[in-house]
């Protein structure tokens, strides 16, 4: 989410109350953010998770999720994403921008630029076949020669740019 009229993301704090079972499904919300937090310079309340193994290096990881949006709010603008993450040159990304059509996902394997510069195969805009505001299965295959990325079981986008080598963790945030 970034603050009106500038890229440049706004101040976020992980609120563990934004985190929570819901009819059996784990919920991780954003809270509303307003005219008056932005000019009070407040942070937006989010959720983050993380796995507790730190030490995954290449497999098959799956989430089923969907995205629920305020489709009636003024101004749409926060990233809900799943990836493995260990720096900025090491991160594997699936993430959906609630300002565009939901049937747009994004699969990355950072970095996505360099010297400004797109690097080719690091990154694809797909179309999904179900809405990310409905419930579907998002996944990526990651072997030591490439990544794999699908939705429900069909494959979407497969790379050998920028290859994480490095053993980490995986994170969800806020919502897919």
């Not at 079972?21 to 932005?38: P, T």
């Amino acid at each position: 989410m970034a603050a009106s009229g500038t890229d440049a993301p706004l101040p976020r704090q992980n609120n563990p109350d934004n985190v929570y079972i819901e009819g059996g499904n784990l919920v991780l919300k954003q809270s509303a953010y307003s005219a008056a937090d932005l000019a009070a310079g407040n942070p937006v309340q989010i959720a983050e998770i993380q796995s507790q193994a730190t030490d995954y290096l290449h497999g098959s990881f799956r989430i089923k999720a969907k995205i629920d949006i305020d489709t009636a709010a003024a101004e749409r603008g926060s990233v809900a994403g799943w990836f493995y993450y260990h720096d900025d040159t090491h991160e594997v990304d699936i993430e959906a921008l609630t300002w565009e059509d939901p049937t747009t996902i994004h699969y990355t394997s950072q970095p996505s630029q360099a010297n400004g510069e797109a690097v080719p195969g690091a990154t694809k805009a797909q179309t999904l076949t179900t809405p990310w505001t409905s419930l579907a299965e998002h996944r990526f295959d990651w072997t030591s020669a490439g990544l794999n990325f699908f939705e429900n079981s069909i494959s979407n986008f497969v790379t050998t740019a920028n290859i994480p080598a490095v053993v980490r963790f995986l994170t969800s945030s806020p919502g897919l």
